[in-house]
């Protein structure tokens, strides 16, 4: 396999999920700041507190509550792996493995503590200069995202977060003081992370409203002129940015050749897939928008400014995210999965994880394929890995052959699928170094190379230590992705 010359390998994290420091510096709360943890089966859940002193925790904030931490409860996002301490030595690790790219976020909190200030927080865009100047030590290219799902707590409780047009304007001004104050030090700029989830999401609950599909399909739309602003902002103030799309990247697959799982499964593809990646790299609205419209009666706040602004601000990349494929059905199926952001059918073909994620390279070469064909821009895979419960032996050492398997895989896929002719530029493993789970918000569900000693409870030293794919990454890289 030959993979560019310039080939950008590297590993991802978000702000969220490593970086801790929650309440340092004036950073202000975030919703995942009042998040307890969950597991496999059991759902994460938010605190919040009543203007009468009553408390309580659900999967959402109730609408006349507000978000607020008790006593007595575990939030794992706040320390995270404590980033915000240890960032120097981490990325000293990233440089050891031969990063040219690290894909991180920052945290909107950090720089506007409840999101709608004028003025920015100096201690917050001090650290990430600080961050930014430890990674160019070593050669490291930032890869920013803008927004990883963590809106200013405040944002979501006195505007109703991205229910409200206004929310617009306060993440545009958020972006351009990221693109002014790092003008000289970031040049690849994501502008939201897996946007697509909105709707995607919905599929997870079969009982999902019309209701719900209004309000996923608005607040999509105000995040796709909000992302084609900041593009139009971020070319302007350095013509050298290179500013991408990040979407959610399922390949799914009709469970049987029936006309009718293959006429779903495109219309699968069309809402969850190709519906965020024409808006935000066509510029425009798909024909087939009106259909997925009119299936929920969904009625739109779009003028015709949002329609000039999402044409004249489409995006440099697409980048996507990858881990698994799915499979889609018309009929009954007993065999079904129903993990981790899963649920449907089980392909017999596959093998799957503990958190019933199917292992699919072959579907990675295979979007990869379609989205190249589709878009004619670069791609990036930045994020890929696998979720597993990693066992330190007496000697201290870490063996993970399960996700070197993983990873040698997808990455022979993405090779195949280079040579049949797409652009791929990049990828960045996900969880470079161990993190909190977005979905179950535990610590033992590691997609790291770097093993954090940090448990589920809280416990642990947070001291850092190399797994064996941590070794094997170093020579991947070395080798341009030969030696694998």
Known sequence: MKFPKNFLWGGATAANQVEGGYDADGRGMTILDVTTAGGLHAGRQQTYKYADGMTGKEAEIPQDAAGAVLPGEYYPNQVAVDFYHHYKEDIALFAEMGFKVYRMSISWTRIFPHGDEQEPNQAGLDFYHKVFAELHKYGIEPLVTISHFENPLYLERHY???????MIDFYVHFAETLFTEYKDEVKYWLTFNEINNTIMFLDLFANAKDEQY?????????QYVASAKAVQIGHKIDPDNQIGCMICGITSYPLTPDPQDILKNRHDWEQNI??????QCFGEYPSYAKRLWAQHDVKLDITDEDLAELKQGTVDLYTFSYYMSSAVTTHETKETVGGNFTIGAKNPYLQYSEWEWADDPMGLQYYLEVVNDRYHLPLMVVENGLGAIDKVEEDGSIHDPYRIEYMQEHIKAMGDAIENGVNLVGYTSWGCIDLVSAGTGQMSKRYGMIYVDRNDDGSGTLDRSRKDSFYWYKDVIASNGEKI
């Open 160 to 166: 109703g977060g991205w229910n409200n047009r206004k």
């Open 214 to 222: 209004q309000a996923a399909y608005q607040q999509l739309h105000y």
């Open 274 to 279: 190709f519906y965020s990646g024409d808006v």
